[in-house]
């Protein structure tokens, strides 16, 4: 319905050509409160992980065996697991293993699979057959297997699993990189930019990257949502971290066997991650919403 | 319909120096599934310094391949090329991107047929001025932008200073198709190839944005080839007009030459099928029968001849070369059988008249 009132709007610019407040009220579309509760969520899990040493937690390694299996209590707030560690603390701790991970293999993603989606979409030809091919072949493997492999073979520091999911999601980054660059590879205001005598790297740069740029920034924080459930299930499969250290995955991993004592345990860092998931996806849904311009309204 | 009365307008044309562009049996055909689509076949002119020439045809006649191929703008594969194209020295066919990249922006500039998607959407117009100007002098940024906003004021866009900041949505479409031309003109160009800058414009819009060139080509003495499909268009603002079908020059004359003694009949057509102010209301408009001929398998002889009123048994078996008028060796044309009206000018040379 607002899209409607606003392309009609911008239909009533005048001739003149004089920027009316019409076009900047077209322009700023709300984001909403529920939007900016979720960025505000995304960062305390940010700020929690980042500075989790000085926030005066309890050591999330240290053991006491007087409380285990605790419900939430006023000394330990979501309770204490079967080794009497503090979830709390862990889940803190455990976000830092989630975070690296996804935004250090989508950074992965989106340099490599980026960089060639865009030149691959720019410039077409053998350059692109090949490469999108490549991107085929690698799509058409399950992820989890393959990672599951190379994981047993490689070794699961945080940094390899990092490299791993991070190389994983590169065809996916390729595909939908390429995509969007090609909606624009062909239009004029490329061929224009060439007719000035501008560089195949200015135009990627300069020309096409401020296009792609809003449809990246969305795409990247879904990706991180996804690598963020590919590490839980790699750590639930026991093949992420090692222990003790916390991770969401794994410690929904270990509640398993006492479910029936203590569903808190495995409660806590499902809904960490859950609440997590959901306001990096609405988030990255909301900006794609915001900055998709669409053709009626150039 | 007015006549440009003569080339006298552009005295500073340096007669001394060679031609800036000269074409030599230029080939430009596109490898498709179906064939080869010879869209462009042996055109050959010369371009004078200074001088505004028009390239006129329907759609599909070649007139942008052609002006792509002067800017050495086609993809590098599926296309293939022949025959020379010499711009101030500088052959432009087959040449390396790197040459031609030095031309592109600084020597020759071009102007694009719709403003709505030759700008950069996301990029402010101050911007997308400079870029060009920091590309091929070496202006720092502040004298770049003292450029950019003259070169504003110089194309009628009125608070040059405010509107610098502006992305290309907050402007018409007449304003940007302005903000092309300043873009196009930053550097000095000696050829500015204009493909269709009008056709996407209002037509209040269309007058003043001819005129604006007409008048930034005579302060600059710069070259101009104005692609259009209008006679309307290049009548009162060319010095001369190259009339195009199926990919071959079919007529090139001085504008006053070929408005008074036009020798094809396809000119003949393209004129009529231009609405006149002075007709009736409800005037049905004359359209030319028939489509322009398939470039893959063009008809044998005249590719005019299926739609020509005029045409005889020859004209379907033998193409007619470009040759000149008896009398007047800047007027060519190519046809069996030239219009009964072109006067007596118009005759063809004795070889071909068997």
């Known amino acids: ?298 | 319909m007015t006549e440009k009365t003569s080339t006298e307008e552009f005295p500073f044309v340096d007669e001394h120096s060679g031609p800036l562009l000269r074409l030599t049996d230029v080939n430009t055909s596109f490898h498709t599934v179906r064939g080869e689509v010879r869209a462009v076949s042996g055109v050959s002119f010369e371009l004078a310094r200074g001088e505004t020439l028009g390239i006129v045809g329907e759609s599909g006649s070649g007139k942008t391949v052609l002006s792509r191929s002067i800017m050495g703008l086609l993809p590098r594969s599926g296309v293939s090329q022949s025959g020379s194209i010499v711009f101030d020295d500088t052959e432009i066919v087959a040449a390396p991107v790197a040459t031609l990249r030095d031309l592109w922006g600084a020597k020759i500039a071009m102007v694009f047929q719709d403003p709505m998607t030759s700008l950069n959407p996301v990029v402010r117009i101050g911007r997308q001025i400079t870029e060009s100007l920091r590309l091929h002098t070496s202006m720092d940024k502040s004298e770049a932008k003292a450029t950019a906003i003259s070169l504003l004021e110089q194309v009628g866009i009125p608070s040059p200073v405010e509107r610098f900041r502006n992305y290309p949505h907050q402007l018409s479409g007449g304003m940007r198709q302005r903000v092309m031309i300043a873009i196009a003109l930053a550097c000095a160009p000696r050829l500015l190839l204009a493909d269709e800058p009008t056709t996407g414009l209002d037509v209040t819009v269309q007058a003043q944005i001819l005129d604006l060139l007409t008048s930034l080509q005579e302060e600059r003495r710069m070259a101009v080839i104005l692609v259009t499909h209008d006679l309307g268009v290049v009548a009162t603002r060319t010095d001369r007009i190259a009339v195009m079908y199926a990919g071959k020059i079919v007529e090139l004359a001085s504008t006053t030459k070929l408005f008074a003694n036009m020798a094809m009949p396809y000119t003949q057509a393209l004129l009529n099928s231009t609405p006149r102010l002075s007709d009736p209301s409800h005037t049905r408009l004359t359209a030319i029968d028939g489509r322009p001929p398939d470039l893959i398998d063009p008809p044998s002889g005249c590719a005019f001849s299926p739609r020509c009123p005029y045409a005889t048994e020859q004209c379907t078996l033998e193409a007619p070369p470009l040759r000149a008028a008896v009398g007047d060796e800047s007027h060519l044309f190519a046809c069996w059988n030239p219009l009964p009206g072109a006067s007596a000018g118009a005759v063809l040379t004795p070889e071909g008249a068997s």
Not at chain 1, 206 to 218: D, K
Not at chain 1, 252 to 257: A, C, P, V, Y
């Open chain 1, 1 to 298: 319905m607002s899209n409607l009132t606003d392309a009609v709007q911008v239909d009533l610019t005048p001739e003149s050509g004089l920027p009316t407040a019409v076009v900047g009220k077209a322009k700023s579309k709300k984001l909403g409160w529920f939007f900016w509760f979720c960025v505000a969520w995304i960062a305390v899990v940010i700020f929690g992980a980042i500075f989790a040493a000085y926030l005066g937690l309890q050591d999330p390694n240290n053991q006491n065996f007087g409380s285990i299996n605790q419900g939430p209590t006023s000394a330990h707030w979501l309770g204490t697991d079967d080794l009497g560690r503090d979830i709390f603390s862990r889940i803190i701790y455990g976000a830092r293993v989630s975070l690296i991970v996804g935004f250090g293999g989508m950074l992965i993603g989106m340099s490599v699979g980026g960089t060639m989606g865009m030149v691959s979409a720019y410039r077409r030809g053998v350059t692109d057959t090949l490469v999108s091919a490549a991107s085929y072949v690698m799509l058409a493997f399950p992820i989890l297997v393959a990672v599951i492999a190379i994981v047993a073979f490689w070794g699961h520091d945080l940094w390899k699993i990092t490299i791993i999911v991070g190389v994983a999601s590169i065809p996916l980054v390729y595909r939908v990189v390429r995509a969007a660059t090609l909606s624009y590879a062909t239009r004029d205001f490329v061929t224009a930019a060439k007719a000035q005598g501008a560089t195949d790297w200015r135009i990627l740069t300069r020309e096409l990257l401020p296009n792609v740029l809003p449809a990246i920034i969305s795409f990247s924080l879904i990706g991180v949502a996804s690598i963020i459930i590919l590490e839980g299930a790699l750590a639930f499969l026991g093949l992420s971290i090692a222990p003790p250290t916390a991770s969401w995955g794994a410690m929904i991993s270990e509640s398993r066997t006492y479910l029936n004592v203590n569903p808190w345990l495995a409660l806590f860092p499902s809904m960490a991650m859950f609440l997590f998931l959901i306001a990096l996806n609405l988030v990255g849904d909301a900006l794609r919403s915001a900055m998709d311009i669409g053709e009626g309204k150039l």
